[in-house]
């Protein structure tokens, strides 16, 4: 295991046991492959740290990940900067309100949060 | 949930999908040790109650919007995924801290055994479930 995963397990902070998770390119191999997401305007409801997003980034048109842990999408965003990808935005918000208008989008990702 | 899985349909494209994909509480998870060719199961870890009632009321506010035909359901399946530990003192520690299995794994192998083996890698082996759901027409 990493020295990063290892320091940080069991410790509950979502943006960093996200790193104990599949790989977002195996997970979704699992469900079916890119053609789920490829050029699909897509939302990863409760996307932590953003690691899922940003590993979909590739596949679709637009991703949007929204987190109620500021904290969480604060690391989320520098990973995006990091990693110089265009087409991820990240927001704090909850599930319950959507900052969406009605049919904005093609896929919603629940990764691991319902 | 369910309130948040109306937002979720309201915010979809007619036709849009949900993909829920969680650990799978349903079958148990264990705890083996990684060998040359393989791995040898060493325990069998449960999910802790607390969280087998949070996936049960997962299970039901899906059903609920299936039953409120916001959705109707695509697919659905299971796959497997390991958590990689360098020692078997790492991986108990994990089960110590960690909230989604209980604390402790139920040993298949004898003391001796595990002493043995303590120092080499071990991995947690779990089922992950996923439920694709297609928005019906509004």
Redesign the interface.
């Known amino acids: ?1 990493s020295g990063d995963a ?1 320091s940080h ?4 902070v979502p943006a960093l046991s996200s790193t ?3 790989r977002p390119v195996d ?1 979704l191999r ?3 492959g890119a053609e ?1 997401v490829r050029g699909k ?1 897509v ?1 990863d ?1 409760g996307c932590g740290d953003g690691r899922f997003a940003l590993g979909v980034a590739a596949f679709a048109s637009t991703v949007e990940g929204l987190d109620p842990d500021a904290e969480a999408i604060a690391a989320a965003k520098k990973a995006a900067r990091k990693s110089g990808v265009r087409n991820v935005r990240f927001a704090v918000g909850a ?4 900052p ?15 | 949930m369910v309130d948040a899985l109306r937002e979720v349909h309201r915010v979809l494209a007619p036709r849009g999908i949900v993909i829920d994909a969680r650990p799978d509480s349903r079958v148990l998870a264990y705890a083996e040790r990684r060998k040359v060719r393989g791995f040898q199961r060493f325990g069998e870890v449960k999910t802790s109650s607390v969280e087998l009632a949070s996936d049960r009321a997962s299970d039901r506010a899906i059903a609920r919007v299936v039953r409120e035909r916001l959705f109707r359901r695509r697919r659905h399946g299971r796959f497997w995924h390991r958590v990689p530990f360098e020692s078997l003192a790492d991986l108990r520690h994990y089960l110590w801290e960690h909230l989604r299995f209980v604390h402790r794994a139920s040993w298949v192998v004898d003391v001796a055994m595990r002493k043995r083996y303590a120092n080499e890698e071990f991995v947690i082996r779990r089922a992950v479930r996923y439920e694709i759901l297609e928005t019906k027409r509004r």
């Not at chain 1, 397990?9 to 509950?12: D, N, S």
Request: glycine residues 8%.
């Open positions: 295991m290892e397990v069991g410790r509950h104990l998770r599949p997970e699992e469900w079916g789920l305007r939302l409801l599930a319950q309100r959507l969406y208008p009605d049919g904005a989008l093609d896929v919603v990702i629940l990764s691991w949060t319902l």
